[in-house]
């Protein structure tokens, strides 16, 4: 129990477009979603919260017009890089949580996305 | 007060040794320290849980020692193996507190 799956696993994409990544979490509902970015050999960094039906919190220094965060279910976030940038090439990582046990997350494979 | 300590940065160990990795915290309200274990490429996976109201789990090779006077609780890894190889980070939260806080991660390399 408690999978969480992303969709894409890897994507590439030319600078200047849009890129969705999904979040969905296959066997639990998931009351709060996160999402973390990671860049090469070095640690999680929480980029926003979200919770289903209502906008997401945002970590200082994360823009949130570049990152949008749609939680629409209870099983599916969908996290969207837009106007992507070399500089926005990294692992693109979601968890998810049921808030039934603390704060016991669970996470999903990764998105790697590379811009040119 | 938010952050968590991890040592060392990496860490190599011969097969069938111990593998320690060593983790520090400030926020006493932290009451529920995870491990994660990483391999390239994938998504980080809880390996072990530890609540403060206990001061060592064990889950098959893995054991959490947790010293709630020092702040600080530690990963052992018995018997380690080359599969074990990989990045692990501590981490802390709170059950009031939606966030979960990472330390820097441990690349532990087991060589034969």
């Known amino acids: 129990g408690a999978v969480v799956s992303q969709h894409p696993s890897r994507v590439i994409c030319k600078s200047g477009t849009s890129v969705k990544i999904e979040c969905r979490s296959l066997?639990?509902?998931?009351?709060?979603m996160f999402w973390y970015r990671q860049f090469p050999k070095q640690s999680l960094m929480l980029m926003a919260t979200?919770?289903?039906?209502?906008?997401?919190?945002?970590e200082q220094g994360v823009e949130k017009d570049k990152f949008l965060i749609n939680h629409a279910s209870l099983t599916l976030s969908t996290l969207t890089v837009t106007s992507a940038h070399p500089e926005d090439s990294s692992f693109y990582i979601c968890?998810?949580?049921?808030?039934?046990?603390?704060?016991?997350?669970?996470f999903g494979p990764g998105t790697r996305l590379t811009v040119l | 007060q938010q952050q968590v300590k991890q040592s060392p940065q990496s860490l190599i160990v011969q097969k069938g040794g111990i593998s320690i990795i060593n983790c520090a915290y400030e926020?006493?309200?932290?009451?529920?320290f995870p491990w994660y274990q990483q391999f390239p490429g994938k998504g980080p996976a809880l390996l072990i849980a530890?609540?403060?109201?206990?001061s060592e789990k064990k889950e098959g090779r893995f054991t959490i020692s947790f010293n709630k006077s020092a702040k600080q609780f530690s990963l052992h890894i018995m018997d380690s193996q080359p599969g074990d190889s990989a990045t692990y980070f501590c981490?802390?939260?709170?059950?009031?507190?939606?966030?979960?806080?990472f330390g820097p991660g441990t690349s532990l390399s087991v060589i034969p």
């Open positions: 968890s998810a949580s049921s808030g039934l046990a603390y704060n016991e997350q669970f």
């Open positions: 066997d639990f509902q998931a009351t709060t």
């Open positions: 979200s919770n289903e039906g209502s906008k997401a919190t945002y």
């Open positions: 926020n006493t309200a932290f009451d529920y």
């Open positions: 530890i609540r403060p109201d206990v």
């Open positions: 981490a802390a939260s709170m059950a009031s507190y939606d966030k979960v806080i």
